[in-house]
């Protein structure tokens, strides 16, 4: 399909017409266009942003670029959840068990990761046998057993995002507020879910860094996903430090099962506020922790692996997935930790081999950081700030944390709910 009046017309400003988004989304899907044409419509788009309707008929292009789920014959409520990126934000690993746990229906599709961003897809192939190519029909029959099932971007549904998505990556238009909605909302509308609960992340590691782009951002999310028929509520969280104490696909899988055990913190505490949010927008009881110290949600966490193939023995031990060396980085002033930016992190990560330069780029599972501080911890001289996990002797990450010589007040993680 050729492009160029389409291109021609975002350039120069839009508007865009509803023909313009489909004959993209088509030739998206089908490959009938080409990647430099894709490209430089993105790169249009991301300098000319798209009008909120604009936003709206491309989400629903790409929606239709392939089928639509239909989970009719699924317990309701059908409930999915999705954040826009972050470093180290394995949140969907402890919080879709807990869903399933409570009752709900969820079935998601996930995507690798973008830029500096972890994605779900790669942190579940970390697991030695983890499928994430399942078809509609065998996500239905999974959802209709057990409650929950979980796809990577496939080509039946929102195939035109899982094309933009590896572009976008490519070509340094990740950062557009209609963009991020379009490619978030398209795979919700697929997905079939009814109540979505987005995680709109604010900070350095996130494609938001202040919050006026992310409450627009947010904005842009309810909107849409409104206009399309769906319930969505959205929160934002913060991502100035990494979320968690790991980032990097197997060392990310290793903590969310930590937490589905038992393990607290930050990340815990995203994860429950993530799942009393759905339970709310359901106008369900809020039973987001009973289900994490019952052990339910650790209970349907195997339950999940083992439907897609996982290998369970990630559940009883951690020597799996391991890098070659580990280095610890350590503080080099005793004081309080300012900053442990997360950007730095998530570069580092990347250039350990643990995401991508390049759209066809493999990752290396074993790689990361394990980070030993948060903001706000007092630390001596020489104290470990931070574990790189690498394949080879690697030295960087000395710039990941700044200290204080003043004591420095913790950051909450949701910033605005
Ligand atoms: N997550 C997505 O699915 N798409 C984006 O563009 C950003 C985050």
Redesign the pocket.
Known sequence: MDLQAAIGRRRDGGPSTAEDFQNLAHGAADGSTPDYQLSAWLMAAFLNPLTPSETAELTLAMADSGERLDLSGLPKPWVDK????GVGDKTSLVVLPMLAACGLTVVKMS?RG?GI?GGTIDKLSSVPGFRTDLSPEELKAQAKSIGIALTGQTPRLAPA?KAL?AL?DATGT?ESIP??AS??LS?KIAGGAEVIVLDVKCGSGA?MRDLESARALKQMLEDIGGHAGLTVRAFISDMDQPLGRCAGNALEVKEAIRVLKGETGRFRELCVHCVRTVLEACGLPDRAVEVLEGGSALAKAKEWFAAQGGDLTVFESEDWGRAAVVREVRAAQAGWVERVDARRIGELVVNLGGGRKRKEDAIDPAVGCEVLVEVGDQVRAGDAVLRVHSASVFEDGEDCVIFSAEPVVRRDVILES
């Open positions: 999705h954040s826009t990126g995507g973008l961003t995002d998505y976008r990740v963009l991020i490619s978030i795979k494609f």
